[in-house]
Every structure is written in C-alpha cells, then in structure tokens.
C-alpha cells in the first residue's frame, strides 16, 4: 500500500501565495509561472484555500471601474473564491486521495495542526497507476 506522502511535492517545490497577497501580486505570480489555480496560506502557514485565475477575473468583471492601482490594494483573502479546493492531511487514505482528484488537478496536504506541507498532483496518481497497470500490458 502507498503512503500518499511518497506522492507529496513538497511545500519548498511547490507555488503558492500568502492570502495577504494582493491580486496584483498574485496576477504577477500566475503570469510568471503558467499556473491557474494555488494554493493559498496564512501567516502561520496554514491553509486556507485556493484562488484562480478565474476568482481573479470574476472579481474585475464585477467591478466596472477596475484599474491597476486597485490591483495593489485589494488582498487575495478578500474576494470570492468560486471552487477552493479541499485539503486532505497527510494521513488520509489514497483511495481517498483517488477521490478526489476526480474534481482537483492537484490535492493541497496539511499536517496534523493545518499546516500545509505540500500538493499531490494528479499527474503523479496517474503515474502511480501507470506503473501498476501497464508493466502487465507491456509484458505481453
């Protein structure tokens, strides 16, 4: 049985954003590394949610006077997150893991006390389940 922690990347190889973060910080944040969806953590480390580029958008398309200047002032934390993703600790069960990466491409991991300790990516189950099934077709 595998422990979902040898599928973890690790929160130092991992993108994330201080929820006090502004959207232009973030907006800087998503463009410079390709990324549409982060994790996000308080000051303390802790998880607290996600954030897109779709939050973004949603928060300046229902601001009809949107500007730049505003961007450096309003915090990530302070607008409507429309599908954070959820969290499981590092001692949860990987059937559990299985499940939801059916509705997230990447799964935030916290310990025991909330701190977020790193991701798992669907690409890495994928992987698992690759190594577990295909050896069987490619023997053949």
């Known amino acids: 049985m595998t422990n979902i922690l040898q599928l973890l990347t690790p929160k130092k190889f991992t993108y994330y954003l201080d929820e006090n973060c502004t ?41 009809a006077h949107f500007d730049v200047h505003e961007a450096e002032k309003v915090l990530i934390k302070d607008i409507e997150h429309y599908r954070p993703y959820r969290a499981l600790y590092s001692s949860a069960l990987l059937v559990e893991v ?22 798992i990516k669907r690409k890495e189950l994928l992987s698992l389940l690759s190594e577990q099934f295909l050896p069987l077709t490619k023997e053949k």
């Open 98 to 119: 299985f499940a939801l990466s059916l509705d997230q491409s990447f799964i935030p991991v916290v310990d025991d006390r909330d701190v977020f300790i790193g991701i």
């Open 23 to 63: 959207i232009r910080q973030a907006l800087e944040k998503f463009d410079a590394h390709r990324f549409s969806v982060v994790p996000l953590i308080n000051d303390q480390g802790k998880y607290t949610g996600t954030v897109s580029e779709g939050d973004i958008l949603h928060y300046i398309k229902n601001r």
